[in-house]
Protein backbone atom coordinates (compact mmCIF):
# COMPACT_ATOMS: atom_id res chain seq x y z
CA UNK A 1 0.00 0.00 0.00
CA UNK A 2 1.15 3.83 -0.76
CA UNK A 3 -0.51 5.07 1.67
CA UNK A 4 -3.43 5.20 4.33
CA UNK A 5 -6.05 7.41 2.75
CA UNK A 6 -6.51 9.18 -0.68
CA UNK A 7 -9.35 11.62 -1.07
CA UNK A 8 -11.12 11.94 -4.84
CA UNK A 9 -13.04 15.30 -4.92
CA UNK A 10 -15.86 14.94 -7.62
CA UNK A 11 -18.06 11.84 -8.49
CA UNK A 12 -18.35 11.64 -11.93
CA UNK A 13 -16.92 9.72 -14.98
CA UNK A 14 -13.44 10.78 -13.43
CA UNK A 15 -13.59 10.89 -9.74
CA UNK A 16 -15.16 7.18 -10.30
CA UNK A 17 -12.25 5.63 -11.94
CA UNK A 18 -9.78 7.67 -10.52
CA UNK A 19 -11.22 6.11 -7.00
CA UNK A 20 -10.90 2.72 -8.93
CA UNK A 21 -7.55 2.69 -9.60
CA UNK A 22 -6.55 4.37 -5.97
CA UNK A 23 -8.61 1.27 -4.23
CA UNK A 24 -5.81 -0.81 -4.84
CA UNK A 25 -3.42 1.35 -3.65
CA UNK A 26 -4.72 3.31 -0.43
CA UNK A 27 -6.17 1.12 2.60
CA UNK A 28 -9.01 4.33 2.34
CA UNK A 29 -10.69 6.20 -0.48
CA UNK A 30 -13.03 8.56 0.19
CA UNK A 31 -14.76 10.01 -2.70
CA UNK A 32 -16.55 13.18 -2.26
CA UNK A 33 -19.90 14.31 -4.16
CA UNK A 34 -21.70 17.62 -3.69
CA UNK A 35 -25.02 15.87 -5.51
CA UNK A 36 -26.54 13.04 -4.03
CA UNK A 37 -26.60 9.50 -5.23
CA UNK A 38 -27.61 8.43 -8.69
CA UNK A 39 -30.52 8.10 -10.31
CA UNK A 40 -32.57 7.88 -13.75
CA UNK A 41 -32.08 11.13 -14.15
CA UNK A 42 -29.04 13.26 -14.93
CA UNK A 43 -27.64 14.61 -11.60
CA UNK A 44 -27.84 18.33 -11.34
CA UNK A 45 -23.96 18.17 -11.85
CA UNK A 46 -23.83 16.56 -14.82
CA UNK A 47 -25.90 19.04 -17.29
CA UNK A 48 -24.82 17.78 -20.67
CA UNK A 49 -26.20 14.22 -19.12
CA UNK A 50 -29.67 14.72 -21.09
CA UNK A 51 -28.09 15.29 -24.23
CA UNK A 52 -26.58 12.04 -26.52
CA UNK A 53 -24.15 9.65 -25.06
CA UNK A 54 -21.65 7.08 -26.81
CA UNK A 55 -18.83 5.71 -25.42
CA UNK A 56 -15.88 6.70 -28.17
CA UNK A 57 -14.21 3.61 -30.06
CA UNK A 58 -11.26 3.89 -27.76
CA UNK A 59 -13.47 4.31 -24.81
CA UNK A 60 -13.99 0.72 -25.49
CA UNK A 61 -10.33 -0.43 -25.28
CA UNK A 62 -10.27 1.59 -22.25
CA UNK A 63 -13.10 0.81 -20.33
CA UNK A 64 -12.72 -2.57 -20.86
CA UNK A 65 -9.11 -2.63 -19.74
CA UNK A 66 -10.30 -0.73 -16.46
CA UNK A 67 -13.16 -2.76 -15.77
CA UNK A 68 -12.81 -6.28 -17.21
CA UNK A 69 -16.48 -7.31 -18.71
CA UNK A 70 -18.07 -3.97 -18.55
CA UNK A 71 -19.01 -3.71 -22.00
CA UNK A 72 -20.78 -6.76 -21.91
CA UNK A 73 -22.38 -5.75 -18.81
CA UNK A 74 -23.65 -2.46 -19.86
CA UNK A 75 -25.16 -4.29 -23.13
CA UNK A 76 -27.17 -7.41 -21.03
CA UNK A 77 -28.78 -4.06 -18.98
CA UNK A 78 -30.32 -2.76 -21.78
CA UNK A 79 -27.06 -0.68 -23.64
CA UNK A 80 -27.02 -0.80 -27.32
CA UNK A 81 -24.13 -2.04 -29.09
CA UNK A 82 -24.13 0.37 -32.56
CA UNK A 83 -21.71 -0.33 -35.51
CA UNK A 84 -19.83 2.78 -36.61
CA UNK A 85 -19.83 2.58 -39.95
CA UNK A 86 -22.81 0.43 -40.65
CA UNK A 87 -25.72 1.25 -38.36
CA UNK A 88 -24.50 4.84 -38.00
CA UNK A 89 -25.33 7.42 -40.77
CA UNK A 90 -22.87 10.49 -40.95
CA UNK A 91 -24.01 13.26 -42.90
CA UNK A 92 -21.04 16.18 -42.77
CA UNK A 93 -20.71 19.06 -44.65
CA UNK A 94 -23.36 18.03 -46.59
CA UNK A 95 -21.64 14.85 -47.29
CA UNK A 96 -23.61 11.25 -46.40
CA UNK A 97 -20.77 8.67 -45.69
CA UNK A 98 -20.48 5.46 -47.38
CA UNK A 99 -21.62 3.10 -44.55
CA UNK A 100 -20.43 -0.54 -44.88
CA UNK A 101 -19.93 -3.49 -42.36
CA UNK A 102 -16.64 -3.40 -39.78
CA UNK A 103 -16.09 -4.53 -36.41
CA UNK A 104 -16.19 -0.62 -35.01
CA UNK A 105 -18.58 -0.92 -32.65
CA UNK A 106 -19.62 0.87 -29.88
CA UNK A 107 -22.15 1.28 -26.81
CA UNK A 108 -24.94 3.81 -27.00
CA UNK A 109 -26.87 4.78 -23.57
CA UNK A 110 -27.98 7.44 -21.29
CA UNK A 111 -25.39 9.04 -18.80
CA UNK A 112 -27.25 8.00 -16.16
CA UNK A 113 -27.07 4.64 -17.27
CA UNK A 114 -23.35 4.66 -17.92
CA UNK A 115 -22.38 6.43 -14.67
CA UNK A 116 -23.96 3.56 -12.71
CA UNK A 117 -22.78 1.29 -14.30
CA UNK A 118 -18.98 2.68 -13.52
CA UNK A 119 -19.99 3.20 -10.31
CA UNK A 120 -21.37 -0.18 -9.28
CA UNK A 121 -17.95 -1.66 -9.98
CA UNK A 122 -16.43 1.18 -7.82
CA UNK A 123 -18.95 -0.19 -4.88
CA UNK A 124 -17.56 -3.57 -5.19
CA UNK A 125 -14.37 -2.35 -3.19
CA UNK A 126 -14.70 -2.42 0.47
CA UNK A 127 -12.18 0.30 1.48
CA UNK A 128 -14.00 3.02 -1.01
CA UNK A 129 -16.70 5.20 0.82
CA UNK A 130 -19.08 7.82 -0.45
CA UNK A 131 -19.92 11.28 1.01
CA UNK A 132 -22.72 12.45 -1.09
CA UNK A 133 -24.17 16.02 -0.39
CA UNK A 134 -20.21 16.88 0.56
CA UNK A 135 -18.07 19.19 -1.27
CA UNK A 136 -14.55 20.58 -0.84
CA UNK A 137 -14.05 23.94 1.23
CA UNK A 138 -10.18 24.32 1.30
CA UNK A 139 -6.84 21.97 0.97
CA UNK A 140 -5.21 21.13 4.55
CA UNK A 141 -1.56 22.78 3.58
CA UNK A 142 1.09 20.29 5.18
CA UNK A 143 4.74 20.67 5.00
CA UNK A 144 6.18 22.74 2.99
CA UNK A 145 5.62 22.06 -0.66
CA UNK A 146 2.97 19.85 0.35
CA UNK A 147 -1.26 18.99 0.94
CA UNK A 148 -2.08 17.11 3.25
CA UNK A 149 -5.67 16.76 3.08
CA UNK A 150 -8.77 18.44 2.41
CA UNK A 151 -11.72 20.54 4.27
CA UNK A 152 -14.90 19.79 3.39
CA UNK A 153 -18.66 20.69 4.41
CA UNK A 154 -22.18 19.83 3.95
CA UNK A 155 -23.47 21.48 0.82
CA UNK A 156 -27.10 22.01 3.04
CA UNK A 157 -24.63 23.59 5.70
CA UNK A 158 -22.81 22.58 8.49
CA UNK A 159 -19.63 22.20 10.07
CA UNK A 160 -16.71 21.83 8.14
CA UNK A 161 -14.87 18.46 8.72
CA UNK A 162 -11.18 18.06 7.66
CA UNK A 163 -10.04 14.62 5.88
CA UNK A 164 -6.19 13.99 6.42
CA UNK A 165 -4.93 11.99 3.32
CA UNK A 166 -1.40 11.39 1.53
CA UNK A 167 -3.00 12.26 -2.09
CA UNK A 168 -5.68 14.27 -2.93
CA UNK A 169 -7.43 13.86 -6.53
CA UNK A 170 -9.09 17.02 -7.90
CA UNK A 171 -11.99 15.86 -10.63
CA UNK A 172 -14.73 18.88 -9.75
CA UNK A 173 -14.99 19.26 -13.23
CA UNK A 174 -14.61 22.45 -15.70
CA UNK A 175 -14.28 24.57 -12.84
CA UNK A 176 -11.74 23.01 -10.90
CA UNK A 177 -10.77 23.69 -7.77
CA UNK A 178 -7.05 23.60 -7.95
CA UNK A 179 -6.76 26.13 -10.04
CA UNK A 180 -7.51 28.93 -7.01
CA UNK A 181 -5.65 26.95 -4.24
CA UNK A 182 -2.72 27.12 -6.33
CA UNK A 183 -3.09 30.80 -5.79
CA UNK A 184 -3.64 30.54 -2.03
CA UNK A 185 -0.93 28.10 -1.69
CA UNK A 186 1.24 30.31 -3.46
CA UNK A 187 1.94 28.97 -6.75
CA UNK A 188 1.56 29.66 -10.27
CA UNK A 189 -2.07 29.13 -12.10
CA UNK A 190 -1.64 26.62 -15.06
CA UNK A 191 -1.80 28.73 -18.87
CA UNK A 192 -4.68 28.10 -20.53
CA UNK A 193 -5.30 27.11 -24.29
CA UNK A 194 -8.73 28.42 -25.33
CA UNK A 195 -11.27 28.41 -28.11
CA UNK A 196 -14.22 30.25 -28.16
CA UNK A 197 -16.44 27.81 -29.45
CA UNK A 198 -20.08 29.72 -28.23
CA UNK A 199 -21.67 26.10 -28.69
CA UNK A 200 -25.28 25.49 -27.68
CA UNK A 201 -27.93 22.47 -27.63
CA UNK A 202 -30.73 21.68 -26.97
CA UNK A 203 -32.52 18.15 -26.91
CA UNK A 204 -35.60 16.48 -26.06
CA UNK A 205 -36.21 12.55 -25.44
CA UNK A 206 -38.27 10.56 -28.22
CA UNK A 207 -40.15 7.05 -27.34
CA UNK A 208 -39.35 4.22 -29.99
CA UNK A 209 -38.20 1.00 -30.07
CA UNK A 210 -34.17 0.73 -31.45
CA UNK A 211 -35.21 -0.61 -35.11
CA UNK A 212 -37.79 2.68 -35.70
CA UNK A 213 -35.32 3.54 -38.68
CA UNK A 214 -34.42 -0.09 -39.76
CA UNK A 215 -31.02 -0.28 -39.59
CA UNK A 216 -29.68 2.52 -38.29
CA UNK A 217 -29.30 3.52 -34.73
CA UNK A 218 -27.84 6.83 -34.60
CA UNK A 219 -28.26 9.82 -37.46
CA UNK A 220 -25.09 12.44 -37.27
CA UNK A 221 -25.87 15.65 -39.04
CA UNK A 222 -22.51 17.85 -38.72
CA UNK A 223 -22.75 21.99 -39.15
CA UNK A 224 -21.70 23.87 -42.22
CA UNK A 225 -20.19 26.57 -42.98
CA UNK A 226 -22.88 28.66 -44.34
CA UNK A 227 -25.46 26.89 -41.72
CA UNK A 228 -23.37 26.17 -38.21
CA UNK A 229 -25.91 23.88 -37.13
CA UNK A 230 -26.28 20.64 -36.72
CA UNK A 231 -28.54 17.66 -35.21
CA UNK A 232 -28.35 14.11 -33.55
CA UNK A 233 -31.27 11.62 -33.39
CA UNK A 234 -29.62 8.72 -30.62
CA UNK A 235 -30.87 5.71 -29.54
CA UNK A 236 -30.48 4.60 -25.91
CA UNK A 237 -32.08 2.11 -23.39
CA UNK A 238 -35.47 1.44 -22.22
CA UNK A 239 -36.80 1.80 -25.79
CA UNK A 240 -36.02 6.05 -26.24
CA UNK A 241 -34.45 8.42 -28.79
CA UNK A 242 -32.47 11.56 -28.20
CA UNK A 243 -33.58 14.44 -30.39
CA UNK A 244 -30.78 16.90 -30.29
CA UNK A 245 -30.71 20.12 -32.03
CA UNK A 246 -26.96 22.18 -32.19
CA UNK A 247 -25.49 25.12 -32.91
CA UNK A 248 -22.44 27.99 -33.05
CA UNK A 249 -22.92 31.92 -32.49
CA UNK A 250 -26.04 33.16 -33.59
CA UNK A 251 -27.22 29.32 -34.64
CA UNK A 252 -27.64 27.88 -31.10
CA UNK A 253 -31.00 26.26 -30.94
CA UNK A 254 -34.33 27.94 -29.36
CA UNK A 255 -35.58 26.60 -26.24
CA UNK A 256 -38.98 26.66 -26.89
CA UNK A 257 -40.39 23.44 -27.55
CA UNK A 258 -42.51 24.58 -31.23
CA UNK A 259 -39.52 26.43 -32.21
CA UNK A 260 -37.13 23.68 -31.41
CA UNK A 261 -39.27 21.33 -33.58
CA UNK A 262 -39.21 23.95 -37.10
CA UNK A 263 -35.04 23.65 -36.51
CA UNK A 264 -35.16 20.19 -36.32
CA UNK A 265 -37.42 18.93 -39.10
CA UNK A 266 -35.12 21.50 -41.32
CA UNK A 267 -32.23 19.61 -40.64
CA UNK A 268 -33.48 15.97 -40.33
CA UNK A 269 -33.78 13.69 -42.84
CA UNK A 270 -37.37 12.98 -44.00
CA UNK A 271 -37.12 9.24 -42.62
CA UNK A 272 -36.00 10.73 -39.18
CA UNK A 273 -38.74 13.81 -39.00
CA UNK A 274 -41.68 11.05 -40.05
CA UNK A 275 -40.80 8.75 -37.01
CA UNK A 276 -40.35 11.65 -34.62
CA UNK A 277 -43.26 12.50 -35.98
CA UNK A 278 -45.50 9.22 -35.43
CA UNK A 279 -43.62 8.97 -31.57
CA UNK A 280 -43.96 10.79 -28.66
CA UNK A 281 -41.69 13.20 -27.61
CA UNK A 282 -41.63 14.24 -23.94
CA UNK A 283 -42.44 17.99 -23.54
CA UNK A 284 -39.05 18.92 -21.52
CA UNK A 285 -36.85 20.67 -23.73
CA UNK A 286 -32.90 20.18 -22.29
CA UNK A 287 -30.78 22.88 -22.85
CA UNK A 288 -27.05 22.91 -22.41
CA UNK A 289 -24.03 25.50 -22.88
CA UNK A 290 -20.57 25.44 -24.21
CA UNK A 291 -18.94 28.53 -23.89
CA UNK A 292 -15.55 27.65 -24.64
CA UNK A 293 -13.12 24.53 -25.04
CA UNK A 294 -9.85 24.78 -22.93
CA UNK A 295 -7.01 22.74 -21.71
CA UNK A 296 -5.40 23.59 -19.15
CA UNK A 297 -1.67 23.41 -18.97
CA UNK A 298 -0.53 21.84 -15.72
CA UNK A 299 2.57 19.69 -17.44
CA UNK A 300 4.31 23.08 -17.95
CA UNK A 301 4.46 24.04 -14.82
CA UNK A 302 7.42 24.25 -13.11
CA UNK A 303 6.37 24.01 -9.03
CA UNK A 304 3.42 22.42 -7.87
CA UNK A 305 2.60 20.86 -4.52
CA UNK A 306 3.10 17.14 -3.26
CA UNK A 307 0.11 15.48 -2.59
CA UNK A 308 -2.18 17.16 -4.61
CA UNK A 309 -3.61 15.89 -8.60
CA UNK A 310 -5.90 16.99 -11.30
CA UNK A 311 -7.81 15.03 -13.58
CA UNK A 312 -10.40 15.08 -16.25
CA UNK A 313 -12.77 18.11 -16.90
CA UNK A 314 -10.34 20.17 -14.73
CA UNK A 315 -7.63 19.13 -16.68
CA UNK A 316 -9.46 19.38 -20.62
CA UNK A 317 -12.99 20.19 -21.88
CA UNK A 318 -12.96 19.33 -25.77
CA UNK A 319 -16.17 19.58 -27.76
CA UNK A 320 -18.34 17.27 -26.45
CA UNK A 321 -19.99 17.05 -29.75
CA UNK A 322 -16.89 14.06 -30.68
CA UNK A 323 -17.89 11.84 -27.68
CA UNK A 324 -14.30 11.75 -25.80
CA UNK A 325 -15.06 13.07 -22.22
CA UNK A 326 -15.75 9.59 -21.02
CA UNK A 327 -12.75 8.57 -22.91
CA UNK A 328 -10.39 10.66 -21.60
CA UNK A 329 -11.44 10.13 -18.08
CA UNK A 330 -10.17 6.31 -18.35
CA UNK A 331 -6.72 7.02 -20.36
CA UNK A 332 -6.38 9.65 -16.80
CA UNK A 333 -7.36 6.77 -14.14
CA UNK A 334 -4.91 4.39 -16.47
CA UNK A 335 -2.10 6.98 -16.52
CA UNK A 336 -2.80 7.42 -12.43
CA UNK A 337 -2.65 3.68 -12.35
CA UNK A 338 0.39 3.26 -13.90
CA UNK A 339 2.43 6.40 -12.41
CA UNK A 340 1.09 5.48 -8.82
CA UNK A 341 4.04 2.22 -9.65
CA UNK A 342 6.59 4.30 -9.15
CA UNK A 343 5.59 6.19 -5.68
CA UNK A 344 3.88 9.55 -4.49
CA UNK A 345 6.96 11.17 -4.76
CA UNK A 346 6.93 13.65 -7.34
CA UNK A 347 3.85 11.95 -9.44
CA UNK A 348 2.53 15.03 -10.26
CA UNK A 349 5.42 15.59 -12.83
CA UNK A 350 5.05 12.30 -14.82
CA UNK A 351 1.15 12.56 -14.16
CA UNK A 352 0.21 15.92 -15.91
CA UNK A 353 2.44 14.96 -18.57
CA UNK A 354 1.30 11.80 -19.72
CA UNK A 355 -2.07 13.02 -19.15
CA UNK A 356 -1.04 16.00 -22.25
CA UNK A 357 -0.24 12.98 -23.87
CA UNK A 358 -3.45 11.84 -24.08
CA UNK A 359 -5.59 14.92 -25.01
CA UNK A 360 -3.25 16.19 -27.66
CA UNK A 361 -4.58 14.27 -30.41
CA UNK A 362 -8.37 15.06 -29.59
CA UNK A 363 -7.64 18.35 -28.48
CA UNK A 364 -6.18 19.39 -32.03
CA UNK A 365 -8.80 17.15 -33.88
CA UNK A 366 -12.19 18.90 -32.22
CA UNK A 367 -10.05 22.11 -32.41
CA UNK A 368 -9.08 22.04 -36.04
CA UNK A 369 -12.71 21.36 -36.95
CA UNK A 370 -14.25 23.81 -35.17
CA UNK A 371 -12.08 26.85 -35.36
CA UNK A 372 -12.90 27.43 -38.97
CA UNK A 373 -17.01 27.81 -38.28
CA UNK A 374 -18.57 30.90 -37.94
CA UNK A 375 -18.81 31.42 -33.95
CA UNK A 376 -15.85 30.57 -33.13
CA UNK A 377 -12.79 32.72 -31.84
CA UNK A 378 -9.57 32.41 -30.28
CA UNK A 379 -7.05 30.57 -30.40
CA UNK A 380 -5.83 29.70 -34.06
CA UNK A 381 -4.44 25.97 -34.21
CA UNK A 382 -1.16 25.76 -36.75
CA UNK A 383 -2.52 24.36 -40.40
CA UNK A 384 -6.13 25.38 -39.60
CA UNK A 385 -5.92 26.41 -43.64
CA UNK A 386 -4.57 22.87 -44.85
CA UNK A 387 -6.65 21.26 -42.57
CA UNK A 388 -9.91 23.02 -43.54
CA UNK A 389 -9.27 22.38 -47.45
CA UNK A 390 -8.16 18.69 -46.72
CA UNK A 391 -10.92 17.55 -44.42
CA UNK A 392 -13.29 18.81 -47.70
CA UNK A 393 -11.60 16.69 -50.11
CA UNK A 394 -12.07 14.06 -47.13
CA UNK A 395 -15.33 14.33 -46.88
CA UNK A 396 -16.19 14.34 -50.23
CA UNK A 397 -14.72 10.59 -50.75
CA UNK A 398 -16.18 9.67 -47.69
CA UNK A 399 -19.29 9.96 -50.07
CA UNK A 400 -18.42 6.72 -51.85
CA UNK A 401 -15.31 5.40 -50.56
CA UNK A 402 -15.78 3.17 -47.13
CA UNK A 403 -12.07 3.15 -46.07
CA UNK A 404 -11.95 6.62 -45.74
CA UNK A 405 -15.03 7.06 -44.11
CA UNK A 406 -13.53 4.63 -41.61
CA UNK A 407 -10.36 6.01 -41.28
CA UNK A 408 -12.60 9.44 -40.40
CA UNK A 409 -14.62 7.43 -37.63
CA UNK A 410 -11.38 5.85 -36.08
CA UNK A 411 -10.20 9.14 -35.59
CA UNK A 412 -13.19 11.09 -34.47
CA UNK A 413 -13.29 8.39 -31.99
CA UNK A 414 -9.93 8.32 -30.83
CA UNK A 415 -8.93 5.40 -31.70
CA UNK A 416 -6.12 6.85 -34.18
CA UNK A 417 -4.21 10.07 -34.59
CA UNK A 418 -5.95 12.24 -36.99
CA UNK A 419 -1.99 12.29 -38.41
CA UNK A 420 -3.02 8.71 -39.96
CA UNK A 421 -5.45 10.81 -42.03
CA UNK A 422 -2.21 11.75 -44.00
CA UNK A 423 -0.75 8.68 -44.37
CA UNK A 424 0.30 7.94 -48.09
CA UNK A 425 -2.57 5.19 -48.66
CA UNK A 426 -5.21 7.49 -47.36
CA UNK A 427 -3.61 10.66 -49.02
CA UNK A 428 -4.63 9.12 -52.46
CA UNK A 429 -8.18 7.62 -51.79
CA UNK A 430 -8.66 11.72 -50.52
CA UNK A 431 -6.66 13.29 -53.39
CA UNK A 432 -7.76 11.18 -56.13
CA UNK A 433 -10.16 12.72 -58.30
Not at 108 to 119: D, N, T, V
Not at 196 to 206: D, I, M, P, Q, W
Not at 229 to 238: D, H, I, L, N
Amino acid sequence: MLGTHAVVLGGGMSGLMAAHVLADRFERVTLVERDRGGGADPRRGVPQGWHPHVLALKANVLWERLFPGLIEELIASGGLRVGMLDQHRIIYYGRLFQQSKSDLETVWASRPFLEEGIRARVRRHANVSFRYGWEAARPVAGAAGRVSGVRVVPVDGGAEEELPAELVVDATGRAGRARGWLRELGYEAPREDRLEVNLGYASRLVEGPPDVLGHDRCIAMGPRLDRPRGFYFTVQEAGRWTMTVFGYGDHRPSVEPDRLMAQAAALAPDDVWAAIQSAHVAPEVHSFQVPRTFRRRYDRLSRFPEGLLVTGDALAVLNPLYGTGMMSAAAYAIVLDRRLSDGLDRIHRGFFRDAARVVRGPWWFSSISDSFLPGVEGLRVPGTKVAKWYLRRLVTAAEHDAGVAGGFVRVAGALDSPLSLARPTMLRRVLRP
